[in-house]
Structure formats: structure tokens, C-alpha cells
């Protein structure tokens, strides 16, 4: 009998075992995941005074049950929106490419970038008849579904959309069940009560800072996470 090691040449398992095993470890280290949520956060946090300050156009009023129903359009949130997480994006990508160049991989970050482009593109050029179609239906409680969807293609709900695409690229279990209970938070959405009578102003600041605040603790999570990884 021999210690020596035995060599993978003639044994097809091992080799099949070194290949996933270098697959992992090139997986790992193309993965910057705290970078998209760290910049996302930013945009997210600074929405807070577009919103508050920004001016708000109001249309087409119809009186329904005694009230009236008024399209309010925020044409300053719609625009720093779409110009700020277009530019988010591009800072991702520039960030994910440089990672990859230092560390002599390639960078999977392009489908992820486009999805989120693509995502907040798509939805600020639909009108907003098409997840409201009848705007006299209802007042002050629109049916489940519609609230949902206005949620979901709400920039927060857009941002965890392309996080799912982000942990499939990835194969990175962490990243999905953060953007999970991520999802869970915005959709329901979860504001434990704060903010209530704050006023239509202030109304989107709690959101805002629960969303970007768990994007911010996500990022510091996934950065600790990475660092400990290089330390061992």
C-alpha cells in the first residue's frame, strides 16, 4: 500500500468533482453582491426629499360617492427614478468589471444590468391606465391585485426583481433569501405603524427608509460576509 495521492487523471468522478469545485471558487470570487445593494440603497435614500419636494400635477378630477378621484402625476420622482437607477446600474456594471479585471475573471453582471434597466424603462413608460384601468371604480381601497401590482412596479419592487436575476447569475442562496424577505417587507409593505399622519409629503418617507435601509444592512452583511471569506 501506498499515502501517496493518487492522481484524477483516470478517475472521470474526480475530475468531475475538481471541476465543480473550481466552478464554485471562480463563482465566489466574481461575486461583489454588496456593491449593487450599497448603490441601490444611496438611490433609494435619496428619492426621499424628490419626494417630499417634489412637485406634484394634478388632473382629470371626477367626482365618485360624494368625493372626487384626481390623477396626481409626480413628475420630478418619475424622472430622478429613471435617471438614477439607469445610472445605478451602470455604476454596478463598471464595478462588477473592474472586480473582474483585478481578479483576472469574467464578469456575469450584464444580464442583471440589462433586467434592471430594462424593468425600470419598461416601467416608467406604462401608462398608468393599464394597472388602474377604470379610475372611478373606487376611491379610497382599489382592489388587492391592483395594489400589488402597484407595488410591484414600484421602484422598490423593481429593485427586487432584478435581484432575483442577480442571485440566479450568482447561484447564490443568501442573496435570494435576502431578496425574498426583501420582496416580503416592500410588497406587503411593512411600516410598523410609522409615519401614519404624517401627511401625502412625508407619507413615502418610511417606506423609502425601511427599503433602503434593509438594502444598506443587506450590503454590510454581504461585505462582512466577503471579507471573512478572503481572511480564511
Known sequence: MTTDPIPAGGDPRRLLADARDLARRVRLAQRVTWLPLLVLALVTFGAIPVHRFGHRAVSDCHVVDGGQVCK????AV?????????????VIAGGYLRVARARGLGARVLPYVLTGVALVVLASVVPPDWIFPDPNAYTDNPPGVDLF??????????IGLALL????????????LFTLGYLAVVLVPINFG?????????????????????LLLGAIGFALAQRLRWYR
Do not use: C, K, N
Open 72 to 75: 396626481v402625476e409626480f413628475q
Open 194 to 214: 410609522w409615519g401614519v399622519g404624517w401627511g401625502s409629503r412625508w407619507g413615502d418617507a418610511p417606506p423609502l427608509v425601511i427599503s433602503g435601509g434593509l
Open 165 to 176: 436575476v442577480l442571485a440566479w447569475l450568482e447561484r447564490h442562496v443568501a442573496l435570494l
Open 149 to 158: 401590482l402597484t407595488r410591484l412596479l414600484a421602484p422598490a419592487g423593481l
Open 78 to 90: 418619475g424622472f430622478y427614478w429613471l435617471a438614477a437607477m439607469v445610472v445605478a446600474y451602470v
